[in-house]
C-alpha cells in the first residue's frame, strides 16, 4: 500500500506522505477506495493556530552544542526540508511530522512579552541564547505575525546576547536590530546553506530561500558589521557532498567569517520521510546514500550518540571532516568560534527592577 500523498495535493510541500506521529494508536493512511475518492481531496494548505506559551526559554542540558538555553517563536515550519531532524516534534501535538509539520503551524502569541518577564526574573544569568536549532525563526509567516522580530527588540533593549540559525534571507529585514547588537558584541548570525543547486533545493526544501539569496543575505548582513557564520548543513552523501568547497568559498567571498557543518541525520520518523523522497528524486543513488549514512551511524540509520550525533563516524565521516578542516585551512575560517558578550545584560521589566531594591 502507498504511502504517497498525490502529487497535486502536495504541491510546493517537501515530504511526499502524511503518516501518522509515533503516538497515535493507529495509523491514517489516503487510499484510492475505487471511486477516485483522492482526487476531491483538497491541497494541503498552511493553517496557523495561536498559543500563548507559558514559558518562551527553553533549556538543555546536551553536552554537544554550544547553547544551554533557546527560543523557538514557531511549531511546525513552513519551509518543508524534507531531511529537518525538528519533524518529530510534530508528533507530540497529535500530527503528523510529514506534510503536517509543514502545513498545520503554530505560532506563540505574546512571545515577546513573555521573554520580557523572564528575563526579569530574580536570580535570571545571561548567557547566549539561540534561536532557529528548531524550526526557522524566518520561515514565511513571520512576516506577517513578526514574532522573531518583536523578540528581538527585547533581547536588544536588555543588550542579550542571542545566536540565530536561518535559511531564510528574511533576516536581512532586521538589520536594523542586529547591526547596533552587533556592534555591542551581542549577536551572530549563521545562515544554512545546503546546496547551490536550485533546482535540488526546490524539491529538498522547497519554500526555503533560494540558494543564490541566501548568499546574498551573506553578504548583506557582514556589509552591516553584523558577524555571519554559514552552515553547510546538512551534508547529504552522494547528493550534496561534493559541494563543501564551493559552499564555503561563496560564503567567505561574500562575508563569512566562520564555518560549520551538520552530517545528515534521520531520526525517528525523519527516516522515513528522507527515504521516501530519496527514493522518489534519486532512486539510483539510493541504496548507495543509505549505505553511506549507515556507514557513519555504526550500521544504523541514525545513531544519536552525543559527540557524534552531528559529524557521524568511520572512514566516509572522517574523509567529509578533512575536506571540511582543508577547504576552512586555506579561506581563513578560525577552528575556534567568537563568543558574544553577556556583561552588558540589563532586564528591562518594570517588575525586575523594583525587585531589585530589595536585595538579590
Known sequence: MSMVTDDKRRKGRGALSNRSGRFEGSQRVDVDDGWNALETLAPFKTTITMETPKTVITRNESPDISFDRSINPYR????????????????????????????????????????????????????????????????????????????????????????????SALVTRDIDILAPMAAKGLVKVALSVTTLDATLARTMEPRATTPGKRVEAIRLLAAAGIPVTVMVAPIIPAVTDTEIETILELAHAAGAREAGYVMLRLPLEVRDIFKEWLLAHFPDRFRHVMSLVQSMRGGRDYDAKWGQRMTGTGPYAAMIARRFEIASDRLGFPKVRSKLRADLFTPSHPQARQLDLFGP
Do not use: W
Open 76 to 167: 511546525g515550519c513552513e519551509h518543508g526540508c524534507v531531511y529537518c531532524f525538528a519533524r518529530p516534534t510534530h508528533a507530540f501535538m497529535g500530527l503528523s511530522p510529514g506534510l503536517d509539520f509543514e502545513s498545520r503551524l503554530f505560532v506563540k502569541q505574546g512571545a515577546a512579552e513573555r521573554l520580557e518577564r523572564e528575563l526579569g526574573a530574580n536570580g535570571y544569568k545571561p548567557r547566549t541564547i539561540a534561536i532557529g536549532t528548531n524550526t526557522d525563526p524566518y520561515q514565511p509567516i513571520e512576516r506577517d505575525h513578526k514574532v522573531m522580530r518583536s523578540i528581538l527588540e527585547v533581547l536588544a533593549k536588555c543588550d542579550h546576547p542571542v545566536g540565530i540559525v536561518t535559511k
